[in-house]
């Protein structure tokens, strides 16, 4: 079983609609949650950090984090064309772990369509 | 601007050559990292690097070697060993290497690398 997993899609919505983003994992160490978005060939950037269980809302972004079922999403509300990327991701265990270290999903490619 | 530089964009390798890979950043930050990211993957730790003149082999740290001799700047070679080199290489900083913060992991731009 890996690490990380997610669902690579590739995921098409209509603008507007709201997007659900998922990853599982199996390191319980796990304790600091990411997510990025990559633009076609370029380096990923930062969306989201989460630390442990719970959600986190950022604008039309949120994160949400249930440690018990090692489940992450992220959502975006009313999507747009320009949140057409792939979406990644990522997790770090926390001290005494491997935490200088961010293992990543494999990114699910959404497209939002005008 | 501050940022992380990587070049070249595109880079052709012959079979048996050695490369290298540049990245520079003037975030003085601290941690720098090198990734590889196949299609349809993850992004996979090569090396990594906390401080000048130290690095640390990440999970796919074979065919590659890397050298941090200033804060600045963080060279990855992709030798003869590395087999199956095709793939988007991709740079990281970050001020510290510890992920307790939500410091950001800043990336480049990238490097696809392919063999001719």
């Known amino acids: 079983q890996k690490e990380v997993e997610q669902d690579p899609g590739p995921l098409s919505v209509p603008e507007g609609a709201i997007v659900s983003l998922n990853c599982t994992y199996s390191?319980?160490?796990?304790?600091?949650f990411m997510w990025y978005r990559q633009y076609s060939r370029k380096g990923p950037e930062l969306l989201m950090y989460?630390?442990?269980?719970g959600n986190k809302e950022d604008g039309r972004f949120t994160a949400q984090v249930d440690k018990s079922s090692k489940y992450i999403s992220l959502f975006i509300r009313d999507s747009q064309p320009s949140d057409s990327a792939t979406y990644l991701c990522?997790?770090?265990?926390?001290?005494?772990?491997?935490?200088?270290?961010?293992?990543f999903g494999k990114g699910t490619l959404l497209t939002v369509n005008p | 601007d501050g940022g992380i530089t990587q070049s070249p964009k595109y880079l052709f390798r012959k079979e048996g050559q050695n490369v290298t890979l540049s990245c520079e950043q003037n975030?003085?930050?601290?941690?720098m990292y090198w990734y590889r990211q196949d299609p349809g993957q993850g992004l996979r730790l090569i090396y990594y690097?906390?401080?000048?003149?130290?690095?640390q082999k990440g999970d796919i740290a074979e065919g590659y070697s890397v050298s941090r001799e200033k804060k600045e700047s963080f060279p990855l070679t992709v030798t003869s060993a590395q087999k199956n080199p095709t793939a988007f290489y991709l740079c990281a900083s970050r001020k510290g290497l510890q992920f307790e913060t939500n410091e950001k992991l800043f990336f480049g731009s990238g490097t696809q690398l392919s063999v001719l």
């Open positions: 990522a997790m770090s265990a926390g001290s005494g772990g491997s935490n200088y270290k961010l293992t």
């Open positions: 975030l003085n930050h601290d941690a």
């Open positions: 390191n319980s160490a796990f304790q600091y």
């Open positions: 690097s906390q401080i000048v003149n130290d690095f």
């Open positions: 989460t630390y442990s269980s």
